[in-house]
């Protein structure tokens, strides 16, 4: 292992030691028995909370068990406070005066043998409202009906609702009209059906007097009771000043560790700086962490100046453009992501680096207008990031890292502003055989572990990944790389041209081992070096697959390796001129279709 020079002082003052923010949601919903109020109506202090919630541009939705008639008796105005009003536990939806996606009512008859047994009960559109103390006797009524319905608890309140509705339900169908991701979503609760409208949100939370299992689940839980929380978490919600604590949200899995336990970070969104050395899998980790968060329905736009990322396109809500022309302009980039759950590659990869540089002068800058209007994109990866976002760079001033989600893929992570730094979460770093002391700076200062210690865990093979997560207790793990769903389909150009470090080329050898003094740095110069060198340097290598593993640990490009290595497999130390010359050709021509393919 060759030395490390000391880390950089600017590098490690950057990093911040407060824990990170949640950016601001777009919407909250509310259940409203024991959690606005426990009266008929919320005090004035809950709805002047509401009130400028909605002032500052929060939706805010209304999710209850309560039957519409029954709400509107005792809380008339009901309707002027909230943007959605869920009732009937998820089964009736109305927004405004317009009621939506109505469910048909529980079977009658099961009301009418109810009425018979003198079992109290009250009818709503969809859902009949019970007693839990007569809940053993209403499960007899539906068995001997033969009904597919289920019971419902809300402390001691039962509902009947049809199979499968719950307050989630009926959350993701006011989410789908208002045009809001249930990413940008909070809810909050008290009872035992409320656990569904939690797990329908980003983040759940909890008021101080909810049941025990309710706070368990969530991932937040108010110190204060009832309304007096809510008026709290509104006051954080519209400051800034709530901190997301993840407990049980869909994780992104790297891979796993030498143990065979997977490695993760949390799926949501968080300021990461993916670092590593030309072609280390940056693009490939790049690419895993994206599909996932797509595949999870979150709002992706990559900036993939080398093309690296159109294989994403083949995710259902993935759109890539600038692959067979110039880009449309930013504007009519970023208005591509009024989908909740769209992403959007743009593929800069046909312009040139003037080009590229003036196209993202104006890109950031719609994005951040996005963002700041509905919210999207959720995610926005920066591959060569360095390049983009300098320290001199206009760029810098127009992203907004407070508001979390950018991922920034670099080999030269001293190259990067300084704030990016200060406003990095995590740290993925790819381990190679001399790991760049400017990624292990980064990594030991963001993870508060010793350099040497970093430095002696990013040394080894490629295609694993050290994961250093600020402010974590425990030293950063350290994973093989999983496998993508997505293939990794790119334009190689950098790499059938521009080619790689100098340190990562491939050397020519004879038979004897002996270098030739030839070297191909890229698919072009090896395939010019394979027309040219002699058969004994054909053989050397083919016979141990050095073409093949060079092209799968340098490039990582899978699908040429395995066309390359059923070639390598046809030599063996007995193969005779004309079958060395066999290979020969068929090595250029695999090569040759693949550098045509992508450069045309």
Not at 93 to 117: H, Y
Not at 223 to 246: F, P, S
């Amino acid at each position: 292992m060759s030395a490390v020079p000391p880390p950089a002082p600017d590098l490690a003052d950057a990093v911040p030691t407060s824990a990170p923010r949640c950016g601001r949601p777009r919407l909250v919903a509310f259940d409203y028995d024991g959690t606005l109020t426990t009266t008929t109506r919320p005090s004035a202090a809950v709805l002047a909370a509401l009130a400028h919630a909605r002032r500052c541009g929060l939706a805010v939705v209304l999710a209850t068990g309560r039957i519409l008639d029954e709400l509107v008796a005792d809380f008339p105005d009901v309707g002027d406070h909230f943007d959605a009003l869920v009732v009937e536990n998820g089964a009736h939806v109305r927004i405004g005066d317009r009621d939506v996606t109505p469910l048909a009512p529980v079977d009658p008859r099961l009301a009418d043998q109810l009425a018979s047994k003198a079992i109290k009960h009250r009818r709503g559109r969809v859902i009949i409202a019970c007693s839990v103390a007569d809940e053993h006797a209403i499960v007899d009524v539906i068995a001997a009906l033969g009904l597919e319905c289920q019971l419902t608890r809300n402390r001691a309140e039962l509902m009947i609702v049809p199979s499968g509705v719950n307050k989630g339900v009926g959350l993701r169908v006011a989410l789908g009209e208002l045009g809001i991701s249930h990413h940008d979503c909070v809810a909050v609760g008290d009872a035992e059906n409320d656990h569904s409208l939690l797990a329908a949100a980003e983040l759940g939370v909890a008021v101080a007097n909810a049941v025990g299992s309710l706070l368990s689940d969530a991932d937040v839980v108010l110190e204060t009771a009832n309304g007096a929380g809510i008026v709290e978490l509104l006051d954080d919600l519209t400051t800034d000043a709530l901190v997301w604590h993840r407990r049980r949200r869909p994780q992104l899995d790297l891979g796993c560790d030498a143990h065979g336990a997977v490695v993760s970070i949390p799926a949501h969104p968080a300021n990461i700086i993916i670092s590593g050395g030309s072609g280390d899998g940056k693009s490939y980790l790049a690419g895993l962490i994206a599909e996932q968060l797509i595949e999870l329905g979150y709002s992706v736009m990559v900036i993939d100046p080398e093309g690296d990322h159109i294989g994403l396109d083949t995710l259902r809500s993935a759109t890539v453009v600038g692959d067979d022309g110039p880009p449309p302009a930013p504007d009519t980039v970023v208005a591509m992501l009024k989908r909740s759950d769209a992403c959007v590659v743009v593929d800069l990869s046909a312009f040139d680096h003037a080009e590229r540089f003036r196209y993202l002068g104006g890109l950031p800058a719609a994005i951040e207008a996005a963002r700041r209007t509905h919210g999207r994109p959720h995610w926005v990866f920066i591959d060569e990031a360095h390049r983009t976002i300098t320290p001199s760079s206009a760029t810098l001033g127009t992203i907004d890292l407070s508001a979390s989600g950018y991922c920034l893929v670099t080999w030269r992570p001293d190259e990067l502003a300084a704030p990016l730094i200060a406003g990095t979460d995590i740290v993925l770093a790819l381990t190679a055989a001399d790991p760049d002391p400017s990624t292990v700076d980064l990594v030991a200062a963001v993870s508060g572990y010793a350099r040497r210690d970093i430095a002696e865990q990013l040394t080894g093979p490629t295609g694993s990944v050290v994961v250093a997560v600020r402010n974590q207790p425990h030293p950063p793990p350290t994973a093989r790389l999983a496998a993508r769903h997505t293939n990794h389909f790119r334009h190689e150009h950098k790499y059938d041209v521009d080619g790689t470090p100098p340190h990562r080329g491939f050397w020519m050898r004879s038979d004897q081992g002996a270098p030739t003094g030839a070297v191909a740095h890229n698919l072009h110069e090896l395939e010019v070096e394979l027309s040219r060198c002699e058969r004994d340097v054909v053989r050397h290598h083919a016979l141990r697959g050095d073409f093949s593993r060079w092209i799968d640990d340098v490039f990582h490009l899978r699908d040429i390796a395995a066309d390359i290595a059923a070639i390598e497999a046809t030599v063996d130390d007995r193969s005779a001129a004309a079958a060395i010359d066999i290979a020969r050709l068929e090595l250029i021509s695999s090569l040759h279709r693949r550098h045509h393919h992508h450069t045309t």
